[in-house]
Antibody, heavy 120, light 107 residues
Framework: EVQLVESGGDLVQPGGSLRLSCAAS????????MNWVRQAPGRGLEWVSY????????YYTDSVKGRFTISRDNAKNSLYLQMNSLKAEDTALYYC?????????????WGQGTLVTVSS | AIRMTQSPSSFSASTGDRVTITCRAS??????LAWYQQKPGKAPELLIY???TLQSGVPSRFSGSGSGTDFTLTISCLQSEDFATYYC?????????FGQGTKVEIK
């Protein structure tokens, strides 16, 4: 069974940092591209970042470029999101999501999310 | 970024109804479109990708169509478990973008 379990969310002050983790199991993690997607309270979905299976290709949404860093450790079956210079507008539930295999970039499995709250 | 606009934003329907949700892209995206279902307090679930391909395990009452800029998600016979919010997403180009969501409520 595919499982994605996020952790690391917390209450942090503006300007602070957090590192989110996503532990993957039930599939060959090193073969799949991965993503972070966020959802502000009561709002819709916003894609944040993508990393290819090997880690060589990375994309970010404009609002987090230069502040967030996505990475992965295929030996540990883990995905990460380092979040620096956090702003109130980064407050959201952050989901780890797997890109479906076969060339499509749809997201076929999602974790349950970890909550990041940026507030003083 | 490509803007995705869903309509309606919300509506009420009854069990057994046939319902259709529309998604329009601000530019052509071929068939690079997915639909997701999200229930309160839960993560989104993939329903359809490549505009019309049903994800494994998704009931056949769900179907998708369209290409270019206009797409639809149809639920042929609404069931109680289908009351949820639905999102379209384009993945034609980065950044992938979602529609604002369509909430299907019980009439």
């Amino acid at each position: 069974e595919v499982q994605l379990v996020e952790s690391g969310g917390d209450l942090v002050q503006p300007g602070g940092s957090l590192r989110l983790s996503c532990a993957a199991s039930g599939f060959t993690f090193s073969s799949y591209n991965m993503n972070w997607v966020r959802q502000a309270p009561g709002r819709g979905l916003e894609w944040v970042s993508y990393i290819s299976s090997s880690g060589t290709t990375i994309y970010y949404t404009d609002s987090v470029k230069g502040r967030f860093t996505i990475s992965r450790d295929n030996a540990k079956n883990s995905l990460y999101l380092q979040m620096n210079s956090l702003k109130a507008e980064d407050t959201a539930l952050y989901y780890c999501a797997r890109t479906i295999s076969g060339g499509s970039h749809a997201l076929d499995y999602w974790g349950q999310g970890t909550l990041v709250t940026v507030s003083s | 970024a490509i803007r995705m606009t869903q309509s309606p934003s919300s509506f009420s329907a009854s069990t057994g109804d046939r319902v259709t949700i529309t998604c329009r892209a601000s530019q052509g995206i071929s068939s690079y479109l997915a639909w997701y279902q999200q229930k309160p307090g839960k993560a989104p679930e993939l329903l359809i990708y490549a505009a019309s391909t049903l994800q494994s395990g998704v009931p056949s009452r769900f179907s998708g169509s369209g290409s270019g800029t206009d797409f639809t998600l149809t639920i042929s016979c609404l069931q109680s478990e289908d009351f949820a919010t639905y999102y379209c997403q384009q993945y034609y180009t980065y950044p992938p973008t979602f529609g604002q969501g369509t909430k299907v409520e019980i009439k």
